[in-house]
């Protein structure tokens, strides 16, 4: 059964833009904090951005700024809106979904995953 789904991404030109959409349950979404990871060619997976249940968002540095998480309640969809999109910005990104006992993002990887959505930025 399929709990997240992404959508959104897609090859662009450095400083283009992209907004990549994570549709999750109803049950899931209402009850998890919900965030964004990425993954570059031979490189580990690596948190990006968060928005938790109460509507905080954090960001990893180089993305902050350029890059903005929000949820919608209604629709039980994330967002990740990407500007100024830059060539190391590359990578499959991964929704996730976690228990709100985890308020550590970095280096914390739980919870559920979508299947990842691929963004491909040229120079």
């Known amino acids: 059964q399929v709990q997240l789904v992404e959508s959104g991404g897609g090859s662009v030109q450095a400083g283009g833009s992209l907004r990549l959409s994570c549709a999750a349950s109803?049950?899931?979404?209402?009850?998890?904090?919900m965030g964004w990871y990425r993954q570059a060619p031979g490189k580990e997976r690596e948190w990006v951005a968060s928005?938790?249940?109460?509507?905080?968002?954090e960001y990893e540095d180089s993305v902050r700024g350029r890059f903005t998480v929000s949820r919608d309640n209604a629709k039980s969809t994330m967002y990740l809106q990407m500007n100024s999109l830059k060539p190391e910005d590359t990578a499959v990104y991964y929704c996730?979904?976690?228990?709100?006992?985890?308020?550590?993002?970095?280096?914390?990887?739980?919870?559920?995953w979508g299947q990842g959505t691929q963004v491909t930025v040229s120079s």
């Open positions: 996730n979904a976690r228990s709100p006992v985890y308020s550590r993002w970095r280096g914390v990887e739980t919870g559920y």
């Open positions: 109803r049950s899931i979404f209402i009850s998890n904090h």
């Open positions: 928005e938790l249940i109460g509507g905080r968002t």
